[in-house]
């Protein structure tokens, strides 16, 4: 996302402006189309990508401001958020070793970052979605203080009328609201261009539509949200939500989301897709326009078409049209937004040979892929893709349904080596990384599964925070080495930060967010099971729209217990019990004052809140399994025989918190 000289507060009249000039950018591009002044017969090829920058714990470091203080390339720009940066490479000629030529370039690039991070004490990660990224790093405080980023979410909350909602099921599910577009910052991508002539972009803009989900399912590097398992690219799902505007209030009313795959193939220009864009969606941004692009082509010129390069870049296909200018001649270009960031820039690199390939192969075969297959069965595709990865069942052209790895071992693969041959890339840089796509697909091992099989490794060690954090640790260390994902092994919770104390953590690195509940009405009776099942010592009371209103102990229910002299009849209400509106904390709360207050209200627990919703708890049993990995960490002590078990010692301290 480029920076422009956007206008955050916009009359209505400057809006009727701006859709003026648009307008006439729209005839100024039809007029130039009729006229043959695209530059055609030549291929370029283009890359853009977007890193986290992360702290020596692995967590979102915020120091963009800094990285462009010292930054004197500028190709190296900003993101939405303070922990993101991006950068755009130069355009190369398609063919021969251009492969080999990006892959040098991206590498110097972040090469040039990482040095540039590090003196501000950061890293760079390459991922779809930072794992250990919480959900307060992406308040306002954190949006990178440019005009367009407060102006583009000013008028998406205005058109969203009120907090964002998010829901996403995968293995774990997630329910949030969030009142503004900063979680569009969660997400980083790889972005491919392909410039082709206008008569042939309808033809290759279909094909890249057709191969988009094969190519994202051999690609997936995004399968974890705020530790959630959702999924195989949750960037997909979480990117539509985080912008969209569209009312749950519309019966039938058939809306399309502002990032979205399309509602129909392409039948003969690329002014569909730009004229329907403008239909469906509004104006979001205005910025000042000194050119009349009618009159700067009479006078034989060849006009910039800002307005509608604006508003093009404020509508999210995964598959987006581009209009540029190179050496004074306009040219068209497909730009793929689908394949994540990382996980090395090899497997990035090989994941756009691949799309290249498929593109390239495909358009040898097929005159019109439309005629092969419904744009229906290929929105399907590319949706199963995001969710379920290799495992997904693809429609393909043939009218088949085959699994997706079999799809691209058997099919694709060659296919996409046809094509790249043809176009005259160097033989050994199609062999190179056509070779780790076929390695990752026959080993099952992506980005995503990498993440997935390294957290089941560590399932019951340390805490989530402490997981997470090993998991971006070791890639990132990974990424340096810069071996392909499929070789990686897995991550380790020894590989995480070893911390000297709880300086710099917040309650939600800690809480518990798997709560058993009750309401204030149902009996002492349940409760006292539900700890004895469940193994608490705190059981929170919630009401039906899951606000606190109470909290139950276990030396609150002894006491009861021991001071009762019958049981009434029906039993004793919760309520009757329950320690009314206790003391809370919110989510990004640090840790330490967690700790103090506890201590000076003489509490085991403190359930956390966030909007007047219950979303976890911590106890003082959190801090003292922290405690002691803290203690073990600082000895080096590892559980031995001669070493009490953990059970009991876990059994002591609870006794010991009872008396």
Known sequence: MGEQNVQRDVAPSALREFTNHLMRDVRALELMLHEDMFEAGVRRIGAEQELFMVDERGQPAPIIEEV??????????????????????????????????????????????????????GEVAMTGILPTANLSDFALDYMTPRPRY???????????????????????????????????????????????????????????????????????????????????ETRIALFQQAVDTRSSNLYLREMSPRVHFGTSWVDESVMEIFKEDISRFRVLLTTELNEDPLRVLEDGGVPQLMALQL?????????????????????????????????????EVANAVFWYGLVAGLAQEYEDVSDHIEFYEARYNFNAAARNGLASQFVWLDGSSRPAHELILDTLIPLAERGLRTSDVDSSDINQYLGVIQKRVETRRTGSQWQLDSLAR????????????????????????????????????????????????????????DLFTVHEEESIEFVARLMDWQKIRHVLVEDEQHRLVGLVSHRSLLRHMAERAERPEGGVPVGDIMVEDPISVSPDRPTLKAVKLMRKHEIGALPVVRENRLVGIITEQDFIQIAGNLLDETLGIDEGPDQEPAAEASSQAEEASAS
């Open 311 to 347: 508003h093009n870049g404020t509508v999210y296909r995964w598959n987006r049209a581009c209009y540029g200018i190179t050496n004074g001649k306009p040219h068209l270009r497909i730009e793929n937004r689908v394949l994540p960031s990382g996980p090395t820039v090899l497997d």
């Open 458 to 513: 560590m399932e019951d060690m340390g805490s989530r925070a402490e997981r997470l954090g090993a998991l971006t640790r070791a890639m990132v260390e990974r990424q340096k080495e810069g071996e392909p994902v499929h070789e990686w092994p897995l991550a380790t919770l020894e590989e995480g930060y070893t911390p000297t104390g709880m300086k710099d953590t917040n309650v939600e690195d800690y809480m518990t967010t």
């Open 150 to 232: 407060y102006a583009l979410n000013d008028a998406l909350s205005r058109l969203r009328g009120g907090a964002g909602q998010y829901q996403i099921r995968g293995i774990d599910e997630l329910f949030l609201k969030h009142d503004s577009i900063m979680l569009e910052g969660c997400n980083t991508s790889f972005q491919t261009h392909f410039q082709v002539s206008p008569e042939e972009f309808p033809r290759f803009y279909n094909i890249a539509q057709v191969v988009a989900a094969p190519c994202l399912a051999a690609a997936t590097n995004s399968p974890l949200l705020f530790g959630k398992r959702l999924w195989r």
């Open 68 to 121: 462009l203080e010292r930054n004197t390339d500028d190709r190296i720009v900003t993101e939405l958020t303070k922990f993101n940066v991006e950068f755009n490479m130069d355009p190369l000629q398609y063919g021969g070793d251009c492969f080999g030529q990006m892959e040098q370039a991206t590498n110097e690039l972040i090469g040039e970052v990482r040095n540039l991070a590090r003196e501000s004490g």
